[in-house]
């Protein structure tokens, strides 16, 4: 005589309660009671102008993305464009810079910044 099958099992459906409707849109503008006080620069660190840009009177900006820390310090930085000469010097000097943080809610936040170095010859 043949050994009897275990019955297989039977699915346990789990019925997932309705998800809560949507509040209604407002009709009018909602107020803002947050605060948002913007990141200033505390120490700006002057770049060395590079001795051959000088020579070869090259001048520009270089444009930068960085990221601006809860500390007020970069802790990104992203080249965008820049004359390659001038590069180096403005990174250098960016990553020396310091910043009261960007707080919002009362709370200190990241946020991603945009920076421009000029550099010009006399």
Known sequence: MAAARPAAP???VLELPAPPKPNPTPTRPVRVTSSVELAHPISRVDPIYPQLARQMHIQGVVELQGVLGTD???????????????IKAAVDAVMQWVYTPTVLNGQPVEVQAPIIVTFKLN
Not at 72 to 86: A, F, M, N, Q, T
């Open 10 to 12: 039977v699915p346990h």
């Open 72 to 86: 007020g310090r970069i802790h990104e930085l992203k080249v965008l464009r820049g004359h390659p000469l001038l």
